[in-house]
């Protein structure tokens, strides 16, 4: 960056709100498809209305865990994902800029103390990243 330098972790904000809505709608059907199976099977081979009353509950209770989680997901997401961080002027910074999805924050760079990246990786692939910026408030040294 010709303003300064620019640590990115988040490239895209279109593959970060793909993966969050992706993983919303996976996870709860991963884990509901067993039980929603079985009880399609009981409701099918009894004929009972009971059992096919506790089918479309089961489905009712999927389809709101999923529109819920979808919604807390997207919320997280553009609220507290980091996508980078930069440090400005290119010659001596002066500040630091934290960009999240919609919005960024300044920083002084005198409040600094330090930057800390953690990065999660498995088989090569980046697991997950986490970014912890220390001020001189946070009591260090």
Known sequence: MTAGWRLLFVPSRAR?????IGASIMVPSMIAAPLLLAALVAAVI?????FWGGF???????????ILLTVAMT???VS???RWVEFRPL???AQ???ARFLRSSTMAMADLQRVVVVERLSLGQRQSIKVVLHTRSDGGV
């Open 46 to 50: 009894s004929g009972s209305s009971f």
């Open 80 to 82: 507290m994902t980091v």
């Open 96 to 98: 630091v800029v934290i």
């Open 91 to 93: 010659g001596t910074p």
């Open 56 to 66: 479309w509950v089961l489905l009712a209770l999927m389809v709101v865990a999923v």
């Open 16 to 20: 970060e709100l793909a993966f969050g």
């Open 75 to 77: 919320y997280v997401t």
